[in-house]
């Protein structure tokens, strides 16, 4: 059973930094695409980065230039760099991967969420 496994999350000051990683357990034949996900209270869902297996990475205009998404293939994991991180970047991070289990097609998979919350 394939699982995504997260951490990293926590309590930070305004102008801070945290790095989330989120790693693929379980028997696994391939992995496509791997993002991060946020909700913070009372909001939509919002992506925040998204990267390829060729490590093609796109992100929300809201944390251009303060986040960095990267991943390791070998280690089939994924990270989240969180620089100067603001009180509205407050929400539960989740982890998205598109994961194949046996030669197929690939299936979405969810991590169980890691709180971050930016507070003085």
């Known amino acids: 059973q394939a699982q995504l496994v997260e951490s990293g999350g926590g309590l930070v000051q305004p102008g801070g930094s945290l790095r989330l990683s989120c790693s693929v357990s379980?028997?696994?034949?391939?992995?496509?695409?791997m993002a991060w996900y946020r909700q913070a209270p009372g909001k939509q869902s919002e992506r925040v980065a998204q990267?390829?297996?060729?490590?093609?990475?796109s992100y929300a205009d809201s944390v251009k230039g303060r986040f960095t998404i990267s991943r390791d293939n070998a280690k089939s994991t994924m990270y989240l760099q969180m620089n100067s991180l603001k009180v509205e970047d407050t929400a539960v991070y989740y982890c998205?991967?598109?994961?194949?289990?046996?030669?197929?097609?690939?299936?979405?998979?969810w991590g169980q969420g890691t709180q971050v919350t930016v507070s003085s």
């Open positions: 998205n991967a598109q994961l194949a289990v046996r030669p197929g097609p690939l299936y979405n998979y």
């Open positions: 990267i390829t297996p060729v490590r093609s990475t």
């Open positions: 379980g028997s696994i034949f391939s992995i496509g695409a």
